[in-house]
């Protein structure tokens, strides 16, 4: 059974670093473009960073572009979300998921939600003093 399982989470300072991993249990990730989406308390889920399915390509919302990095390590069949510098600003529960690739497509990283087939069950970022 397809599953994606995120670990990481906690509690950090502002202007400290932390490191969400999201690793894939059933299905190998090299196949699926992968992504990052964020839902903070009263707002709705959204889309934080994506990368290709062959790393050549990343997308970053502006409001953690420069701060966060995605990268994927296929060999590990996970994809990573290294936070820099987070701000009060980005506490909310983080989010993996994975959009199954298809030639039509061509190589792209995106942050269309309801394209994304699989998900994990998320992990909580709370970003305090």
């Known amino acids: 059974q397809p599953q994606l399982v995120e670990s990481g989470g906690g509690l950090v300072q502002p202007g400290g670093s932390l490191t969400l991993s999201c690793a894939a249990s059933g299905f190998t990730l090299n196949h699926y473009t992968l992504a990052w989406f964020r839902q903070a308390p009263g707002k709705e889920r959204e889309g934080v960073s994506s990368?290709?399915?062959?790393?050549?390509?990343?997308v970053y919302a502006d409001s953690v572009k420069d701060r966060f990095t995605i990268s994927r390590d296929d060999a590990k069949n996970t994809v990573y979300l290294q936070m820099n510098d987070p701000k009060p600003e980005d506490t909310a529960v983080y989010y993996c998921?994975?959009?199954?690739?298809?030639?039509?497509?061509?190589?792209?990283?995106?942050?269309?939600?309801?394209?994304?087939?699989?998900w994990g069950q998320g992990t909580p970022v709370t970003v305090s003093p």
């Open positions: 998921a994975a959009d199954e690739w298809n030639q039509g497509n061509g190589e792209r990283a995106h942050m269309t939600m309801g394209a994304y087939d699989y």
């Open positions: 990368i290709s399915r062959r790393g050549g390509h990343t």
